[in-house]
């Protein structure tokens, strides 16, 4: 019995069409990290990222003076520090925690881009796809958990040239271990999924 | 004509197709027409480009051609 074929999510236009898109927002992701470097190295103020202290979080809560029955949720609660005349290496480690997950996402998709312009090919298993994929898994772990670790660095680093000021802390870290592992497995399952294609693929070559 | 490598073991099978199509004046369109195999896939067979043969092309190459599966192929020796 001859099994109906049936129509891919991605024909060979869609796929190209998608991997433009994706190349394009890879490089704009780029293009806007390298200005954002220059900017952060040229001008002398950071934005970095601090929690304020449970006191300060009282002092608000009774500031805004919410109707009974209303009550503000959360600690820890996240703002954003101005600093000004920072040293240059402080500076670039603030910049760094902001720019590594776009810097991640831009490669990635620039990685994801080569794939999904074979995915509508005659043969989408390639060698080559299975290493980018393990690319992207790479960098998914880098943004999504290195990424925390450096903001909080950053934070630490702003705060102790602040003096340490009491009612501030530093940036929380927000990394998720069941997170990252979940993608970080999840795309090496996809990189094993186009490593054995791959493998399939070159045994059916030359098949009549 | 040098037999095709697998890509990972050479192999030494070569096919006689094209000495079949001669004797019986058939082209290759023909029995593509007869077997409806491909005239590419054919060609990859007659070149010795092929590294493996599916059970049901052989059928239809050989019920096309009145032959058997020996005349079509031969181990040359190394």
Known sequence: ?208 | MTPADDGDRPHRVSCHLDELLTERGMSLVELSHRTGVSTVNLSVLKNDRARAVRFSTLTAVCDALGCQPGELFSVTPG
């Open chain 1, 1 to 208: 019995m001859t099994p109906t074929p049936s129509r891919p999510l991605l024909g060979p236009r869609s796929s190209r069409r998608l991997a433009v898109l994706l190349a394009a927002l890879g490089t704009l992701a780029l293009g806007v990290i390298t200005v954002y470097v220059i900017n952060a190295l040229t001008f002398a103020s950071v934005l970095t990222e601090v929690t304020l202290s449970t006191r300060v979080r009282l002092d608000v809560d009774a500031g805004l003076g919410l109707p009974g029955g209303f009550t503000l949720a959360g600690d820890n609660l996240v703002v954003r520090l101005i600093a000004d005349d920072l040293p240059v290496g402080t500076r670039l480690l603030v910049v760094t925690g902001t720019l590594l997950p776009w810097l991640c996402a831009g490669l990635a998709a620039l990685a994801f881009a080569r794939v999904v312009w074979d995915l509508g090919s005659e043969n989408p298993f390639r060698p080559l796809h299975a290493r980018l994929v393990v690319v992207i898994a790479v960098l998914w772990a880098i943004g999504s958990w290195v990424t925390p670790q450096v903001v909080r660095a950053g934070s630490v680093e702003v705060l102790e040239l602040a003096g340490d000021p009491a009612d501030l802390a530093p940036a929380t870290d927000t990394s998720s271990l069941i997170i990252t592992w979940f993608g970080l497995l999840l795309l090496l399952a996809v990189a094993e999924v186009f490593r054995r294609g791959a493998r399939q693929a070159h045994d059916v070559d030359g098949l009549v």
